[in-house]
């Protein structure tokens, strides 16, 4: 009996041992706040162990609906950085605040330099008429934009960590070579597939169709559900495309796309924009619509 209790007494004393460790080990790496799930997986591509990752955005929630609870905000509180993705409806309403709690935080936007597509629209866009609405955010599901964030992301670490410049710039330099392979696979998989037109509920593919001359034909208008004539004539479009999938991205409602795809008696194809390992799911993407 006392033996027993020493021996998890032992066992006890080593596994909080392991924890103070795992703990001061956090503790010396500098915090850094990413907006969204996949561009953690191009961030830890990029930097290695050598920082503290998160995401703003948690698991399973709606970039376009999401709004930061106060334990996001305590993410905030302990970053030195923030790479914000940079047209997101969350970052347009919440940037400024961020850096109000947090003011020796640098706030860098990793798409600066992509050419940045217009005409996504919001819901809430007439509430909020000066903030940059109406910029397509979805820059993170596109192989070449993602190497331009790659690029803006290995300067602002080099800038705050200049003992690892040559570390981040040679992992710079493998993702590069992982997004063109990943961008050679997508080329292949949607040989022949040129100017197809992709049925898609809430409008994420801009960039992917512009990298692979695709036509994306939105079913949300205008950042709303669709009106009933709206609605008919999507489907009178879909059917003289002869397209036979509605594609929707896995947060959402299902219902308006079950009902256009049972008219134009086709199928809904669910596909997950924010996977976290954003390689494996371009791919995945593509194969979902060479073969839909
Ligand atoms: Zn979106």
Redesign the pocket.
Known sequence: MFRNIFIFFILFTALSLVSCQQKTVDNNKIQLTVSIIPQKYLVTFIAGDKFDIQAMQPIGSN??TYEPAPRDMEKISASKLYLALGALDFEMAWLDRFKASNPAMTVINTSEGIQMISGHHHEDEEADEQQNHGID??TWLSPSCMKVQAANISKALSTIDTANASFYNSNLNKFNQTADSVDRLIREKLAGSEGKSILIF?P?LAYFARDYNLIQISIEQDGKEPSPAYLAELVKTAKGKNIKAVFI?KEFDTRNAEVIALEIKGKVVVFD?MADNWAENMIHLADLIASN
Do not use: R
């Open positions: 970039h376009e955010p979805h809430h994420a991205s924009p």
